[in-house]
């Protein structure tokens, strides 16, 4: 089971369970088997795992959508979904790929409710952006389900990815990164709120935790998440879209508060611009960027 809006990966089974068009159009056939339910929606979790929690494997689940729009989801559901789970043998699956390693204030985004998970996947920050790398950890009753020969990785346990990633970790650690991502994130949402009550008929919401955050455009505003990224890149402050309406910003963990108020200075007058700009102009922007 995964939820709906999830994004976990590129592979077959895994864009088996995207319901992201731009995911799956042009592959297949869809891995069958598998069941997506409501993001942040507990009861609706708990209804499916009453009805199928027998023939269920396991739920994954990401503590906060990334893909999605920087989805963060109320207080209390990922521990309604968690004790769900246990009632019904079926595996916790944190996918922190995103959103682990003090992206949001902590080491995992999970430790925001209070739950441990039975898996948690590991995956970019967890080499530092240096190489390739990914990781599972679970418990010993889980992982002793592979026996020698039953699973195989060209790279896995590649001693110089294990080097780098125990690298980072010490400097996640050392450098109290979590501690810098929870602090300016808070600094960073803050000025942002700020902004939208500025502007309330084109921000309709800003949400995150730590550095991982959003600023989301309300549907009916004429103009873009991407237009206003360009704005953005134009002005050296590199942002992704997603869904034509939100702008995520996830700026590296060891961004000092001066660099964090130049970027904040830098979106206030992009927004600025972006409220008044004209067609033409977007559509010259647009042009000029394309080329």
Same mark, same amino acid.
């Given at each position: ?7 976990? *990966?590129?592979? #077959? ?7 992201? %068009?731009? /995911?799956?159009?042009?592959?297949? %056939?869809? +891995? $069958? ?26 739920? #994954? ?7 999605? *729009?920087?989805?963060? $989801? ?9 004790? /769900?789970?246990? &009632? ?13 390693? *003090?992206?949001?204030?902590? +080491? ?7 739950? &441990? @998970? ?13 190489? $390739? ?25 590649? @001693? ?9 970790? &010490? /400097? ?22 700020? #902004?939208?009550?500025?502007? $309330? ?6 949400? *995150? ?22 704005? +953005? ?19 590296? +963990? ?22 008044? /700009? ?6 010259? #922007? ?6």
């Amino acid at each position: 089971m995964s939820c709906k809006g999830c994004f976990h *990966g590129r592979t #077959l089974a895994i864009v088996s369970m995207s319901d992201d %068009p731009s /995911a799956y159009e042009g592959f297949g %056939p869809k +891995l $069958p088997g598998l069941m997506s339910v409501e993001y942040n929606d507990a009861e609706a979790l708990e209804k499916l795992l009453a009805e199928f929690g027998d023939r269920v494997a396991g739920f #994954l689940v990401e503590p906060i959508q990334g893909e999605a *729009g920087v989805k963060v $989801p109320d207080d209390g559901y990922l521990k309604r979904c968690y004790e /769900a789970c246990k &009632k019904h043998n079926v595996l916790f699956i944190a996918d922190e790929i995103q959103s682990g390693l *003090g992206r949001t204030g902590k +080491l995992l985004a999970i430790e925001h409710s209070g739950v &441990k @998970p039975d898996v948690v996947i590991l995956g970019k920050a967890l080499a530092g952006g240096v190489l $390739p790398m990914s990781a599972v950890l679970s418990s010993k009753d889980v992982m002793s389900v592979f026996q020698p020969g039953t699973h195989g990785s060209t790279y896995g346990g590649n @001693p110089l990815a294990s080097a780098v990633g125990i690298a980072a970790l &010490k /400097a996640l650690v050392n450098e109290n990164m979590c501690t810098n991502s929870e602090r300016l994130g808070h600094i960073f949402r803050t000025e942002m709120q700020a #902004l939208q009550a500025r502007f $309330p008929d084109v921000i309709h919401d800003v949400r *995150g935790k730590g550095l991982f955050n959003a600023i989301e455009l309300h549907t009916s505003y004429p103009k873009t998440a991407w237009e206003f990224c360009l704005m +953005l890149k134009e002005q050296g402050v590199l942002a992704k879209p997603t869904h034509d309406t939100t702008i995520r910003l996830s700026p590296p +963990l060891v961004i000092t508060e001066e660099q964090l108020k130049q970027i904040i200075t830098i979106i206030v007058k992009c927004f600025e611009k972006f409220v008044v /700009a004209s067609p033409s102009e977007m559509a010259a #922007l647009r042009d000029a960027n394309a080329h």
